[in-house]
T-cell receptor
């Protein structure tokens, strides 16, 4: 089976930085994805990592270390609209995705 | 962009009835679509992989006779919940694979539809 772990909840202040960690143990590895999901809505794609290193996209960055089975999503200059659940998902060895339980981020003024 | 639509967005039905949910990729062709179910405050659980022109592949524990999947074209997949019961009430989300822009080292990005909230009374 696939095992993907991420913290359940995180709280941060508007304008701050938050780092969401994700560790995984999967039968194979074909890439790691981060999605954002607001309550009652479908997930939206944020980032994709398949090689080690940091991928930066505006206020969001994602890092991957395949040898450690570890990734993080970095959210900078937090805004109230960033309050959402952030899902770490791994593609084991085909086009399927296995999702972590999600990290609920609450941004406070 | 990659747009995936779902219809209906919300449905309430009586126990024992069947409900059909449509998933369409609007601006790209998707040979593979996925159906997920999400219970409150839980993550997405893959139910089945829908392949155009062939039978769907179901995940362990998902009843294929209860959740009928048809992938009639490269832009349309349907999920029919047959003889729905209150325990089937959930948020059903489809996704479609689209190749990463400029290629990639592997894997396709999945783009999700807006979801269908099913309530069975």
């Amino acid at each position: 089976g696939q095992n993907i772990d991420q913290p359940t909840e995180m709280t941060a202040t508007e304008g701050a930085i938050v780092q969401i960690n994700c560790t995984y143990q999967t039968s194979g590895f074909n890439g790691l994805f981060w999605y954002q999901q607001h309550a009652g809505e479908a997930p939206t794609f944020l980032s994709y990592n398949v090689l080690d290193g940091l991928e930066e996209k505006g206020r969001f960055s994602s890092f991957l270390s395949r040898s450690k089975g570890y990734s993080y999503l970095l959210l900078k200059e937090l805004q109230m609209k960033d309050s959402a659940s952030y899902l770490c998902a791994v593609s084991p060895n085909d086009y399927k995705l296995s999702f972590g339980a999600g990290t609920t981020v609450t941004v406070r003024a | 962009g990659a747009v995936v639509s779902q219809h209906p967005s919300r449905v309430i039905c009586k126990s024992g009835t069947s409900v059909k949910i449509e998933c369409r990729s609007l601006d790209f062709q998707a040979t593979t679509m996925f159906w997920y179910r999400q219970f409150p405050k839980q993550s997405l659980m893959l139910m089945a992989t829908s392949n155009e022109g062939s039978k769907a592949t179901y995940e362990q524990g998902v009843e294929k006779d209860k959740f009928l999947i048809n992938h009639a074209s490269l832009t349309l997949s349907t999920l029919t919940v047959t003889s729905a019961h209150p325990e089937d009430s959930s948020f059903y989300i489809c996704s479609a694979n689209r190749g990463l822009a400029g290629g990639g080292a592997g894997g396709d990005t999945q783009y999700f539809g807006p979801g269908t909230r099913l309530t069975v009374l």
